[in-house]
């Protein structure tokens, strides 16, 4: 791997750059394979295995257990997965992507009967169907039901019989042969009892998969997260982009739980969206699957490069939305504020919102805005451009020569107020790092927080930064004792 092309990930410095950028990564607690290796990895398409059943089966349980970690919303109650969420994992070096669907039911309405219909796609798109019966239970009218729609379907399917935690419940798992889908395999999905042996069957059920290679890439589409507080619209904002009714969506506050990730093809690009649950007040107040959905959109965050916060227009700004802007800018992703349900809007009411933006979202003046109607579809495509200005300004790198420029006349036109007799000057400063932008300035003293804004303030004037949050830290020369 040559140094220039490792660099590639980082705003494509220069050889020389990139020595002075891997010394400060190693000051700053970096090792270099934590830094190297950024460069994107081919996107092969894997085959999909739907895990489909009745709620309370454990489908989620069982699906954190083929992923290998705790990713699924998991609560000891049924209904708690709605959407059909996609996760990757991989098995003796194969990989392929399992899809968590919501529980399958007879003749059920409103909500439940969406949650069905999103069962009954992830069978569709899926290359092979595990079926989960609860074996402690048997085989009831729903799973014979569920059945016949696999069947219609023709997909490989294997028979997973969980709750299976000793031989007392083994005989039971044995009656399940009469569902006529093969072999029951006993598994417990709680402790990971069998799990081996049903995965080995769902290998030589699913179509062959890419190799594994080690290290995961980051290339790829871009990564957008649609973070907001519940019942803002970002499952309808979803669906709208993608144009087809691809997330649960429903009057009732809170309907997603998991994140999901789609690919969208919007602007010529292919973009990858993930909806998240709505964040409710106070984490540690949050109960049960809101707590865990919290979480989950925290960990959403983590795996995006652009956040696009979704702001109800037709209510008045709440302090849930500053503090949901705020854990994105704290995240350092690039940030978009959409105001929904545009079209509600009556002109006395632009006006209170426009005050209400200039008091409250003062953090986030630098962030492009675009006025949307999720329902209408009003607007959409300014998001597109909003998305690539932010990602844009995530990723400037200025030159180390052309920054000590701007610091110098900086300096020289605005100095730093005198303090106890005292006044501290910046010497020099370099950009350690992009997405987001961080700056690290060399100063003969303490530079004040009020000093520092400033500082911001004019790098955005001068360079853009549009749509990212800056990172400004101060290292004080340390005085050095007479001979």
Request: proline fraction near 5%; hydrophobic fraction near 40%.
């Amino acid at each position: 791997m040559t140094t220039e092309h490792s660099a590639a990930g980082h705003g494509e410095l220069d050889a020389a750059e990139y020595a002075e950028f891997m010394a400060l990564a190693a000051e700053e607690g970096f090792d270099p394979e934590d830094v190297d290796g950024l460069e994107g990895g081919e996107h092969i398409p894997l085959p999909v295995l739907a895990v489909v059943g009745r709620p309370n089966v454990g489908k989620s349980t069982l699906v954190n257990r083929i992923i290998g970690r705790r990713e699924a919303v998991v609560e000891d109650k049924p209904g708690v997965t709605r959407d059909r969420v996609s996760y990757e994992a991989s098995w003796n070096g194969r990989r392929f992507k399992v899809v968590d669907t919501g529980g399958w039911e007879i003749d059920v309405l409103g909500i439940d009967a969406m949650v069905a219909a999103q069962a009954e796609l992830g069978i569709e798109t899926a290359d092979a169907v595990l079926f989960v019966v609860d074996a402690t239970v048997g085989a009831t009218d729903t799973d014979e039901a569920l059945i016949k729609i696999i069947r219609r379907a023709g997909k490989p399917t294997v028979l997973c019989a969980n709750k299976v935690d000793g031989q007392s419940t083994e005989a039971e798992a044995a009656y399940l042969w009469s569902l006529g889908l093969g072999e029951p395999f006993p598994v417990s999905a709680l402790h990971g009892r069998g799990s081996g042996d049903l995965l080995d069957a769902v290998m030589e059920a699913l179509p062959e998969a890419p190799p594994q290679t080690f290290g995961v890439a980051t290339g790829g589409p871009r990564r957008v997260a649609l973070i907001g507080r519940p019942n803002v619209g970002k499952s309808s904002l979803l669906n709208k982009v993608a144009g087809e009714e691809r997330v649960v969506v429903n009057e009732l506050a809170g309907t997603t739980r998991d994140p999901v990730d789609e690919m969208i093809e919007l602007g010529g690009k292919t973009w990858k969206f993930v909806d998240t649950a709505g964040i409710r007040r106070r984490v540690h107040l949050t109960a049960g699957a809101d707590f865990y959905a919290s979480l989950r959109t925290s960990a959403a965050l983590e795996k995006a490069e652009v956040a696009v916060i979704l702001i109800d227009a037709s209510e008045t700004l709440a302090e849930q939305d500053t503090r949901i802007i705020s854990m994105a800018v704290e995240a350092g992703r690039a940030v978009v504020v959409a105001y929904n349900k545009w079209d509600q809007l009556d002109e006395e009411r632009r006006f209170y919102l426009e005050r209400e933006i200039e008091r409250d979202l003062v953090q986030v003046q630098w962030a492009p805005r675009v006025n949307v109607s999720a329902k209408t579809g009003r607007h959409m495509e300014k998001l597109v451009p909003a998305i690539e200005t932010a990602l844009a300004g995530w990723e400037t790198r200025i030159p180390t020569a052309r920054l000590n420029a701007f610091l110098g006349e900086l300096v020289a036109a605005h100095p730093h107020p005198i303090r106890g007799g005292k006044q501290p000057r910046i010497l020099f400063g370099t950009q350690a790092g992009t997405r987001p932008p961080r700056f690290v300035l060399f100063a003969s003293g303490f530079l004040e927080a009020g000093y520092r804004r400033f500082v911001e303030r004019r790098l955005r004037e001068e360079f853009g930064f549009v749509g990212t949050p800056i990172s400004i830290s101060v290292r004080v020369r340390e005085k050095r004792k007479r001979k």
